[in-house]
């Protein structure tokens, strides 16, 4: 169908569309032009500071003849040209209070961290990072979790330059180590061709469907074009784009003009510090009341479950009647409200916005997610287009009705639901707030 048509154009013509990239600008510039031959209005690039740029380089990591599988952590700095021989210790608790009373031990070091190795959270992890960095080590190894050499792609901290090198291990070869050390010293050969580059502006594609009558209030479609570099990006997040552009061909497809505006919105930056939706949020402050909700899709294409509103209990009581009758046919019936700010949601809903994310089976998508397998033959076309469907009958059907789905929720009360799901200081740390 033409969700599958132009997924497969996106994921298969552009590919990783990394943050900062002349890739993800290419991606940028098509998602422009098909907004444009359906006919969606002022479709324009809005720009968005991203504190570095990053391309990745192949890893060597070596114990003597022996190579392990290992990649870059994105926006790590890499070691010095040449790479570095220096010994490995392990660290199961790599809090930060652990690593000041080890630092002596850990000048010069490579810090091999197990899964489970630094804390939850993003202010403890953060805390215990600048402490590594502090203490003096050499870089990071990152055992990960995924059989078969599996790597997942991640960014360290907020996409600006981190503290010190980080590479991501395999499992496998992880483990290898751990038994290594058991037996004595282990020293490593460390390369990292990867680079980082200065600051750059990227850009969000934003285009609206004008209302017939309240043109200047607006449901926002929302997804991320931007994608991780060890796959195409399909699950995560092109299948998210694509279902927000053909939402927008279908409704204006219906040749009938909803009450209030559809705004569609791709962010760049959403794998790094989801600094494109943060930068709409800033740039559009003033006409944050004028936003009805937020729809966004970051889960990938399964089968369709219904949809999270964050912090918003009250609106998931009244509006149960209208999920169930309107997606009866999709599958997409059920609200929940839960919180977490893992995907362009959380800017608005920190500012009070209503926000729908929809909600697949994602038992598929959380094999493949950052990983190589993340490719267009993944994704089923059935449930792309079930995805599109459902977002283009919740954008109409919020856009159109004659009340507002919620009000925009007042700080103190948002501040209280953060306070209750103990998230208030880790969004502080992260500048969220």
Known sequence: GRSAALLGELTDAYGPRLSGSSVHAGAAAWCADVLRRMGADDVHDEPVQLPATWTRGPVILRAGSRALHAEAVGWAPPPREGGIDAGVVMMRDASAEAVRNAAATLAGKLVLLPRGALPKGTKAGGEAMDALARAGAAGLLLAQRRW???????????????????????????????????????????????????????????????GRERPEEYVLLSAHLDAWDFATGAQDNGAGVVMALEAARAVLATGVRPRRSIRIGLWVGEEQALYGSRAYVERHRQELDRIVAVINSDHGAGALKGWTLALRPDLVRKHEPWARALFAGLGATELWDAFGCDTDHCPFALAGV????????????????????????????????????????????????????????????????????????????????
Not at 161 to 180: C, F, K, N, Q, Y
Not at 371 to 398: E, I, M, N
Request: glycine share 6%; net charge negative; proline share 6%.
């Open 148 to 210: 078969s050499h599996v790597l997942i792609a991640t960014a360290w901290g907020s996409g600006a330059p981190g503290p010190l090198p980080m590479a991501h291990v395999s499992l496998e070869d992880a483990a290898w180590l751990e038994r290594r050390l058991e037996e004595g010293p282990v020293t490593l050969h460390y390369e990292d061709a990867s680079r980082l580059g200065p600051a750059t502006t990227a850009a969000n594609v934003v285009a609206e469907v004008r």
């Open 354 to 433: 209503p926000t729908l994310n929809l909600e697949v089976d994602e038992e598929a998508y959380g094999e493949l997610h950052h990983t190589a397998a993340d490719t267009f033959d993944k994704v089923q076309p059935q449930h792309l287009a079930a995805g599109a469907a459902a977002l283009a009958l919740a954008a109409y059907s919020l856009a159109d009705r004659a009340e507002r789905f919620g009000p925009r929720q007042p700080w103190t009360e948002t501040k209280k639901a953060l306070e209750a799901q103990h998230a208030l200081e880790d969004l502080q740390y992260e500048g969220l707030l």
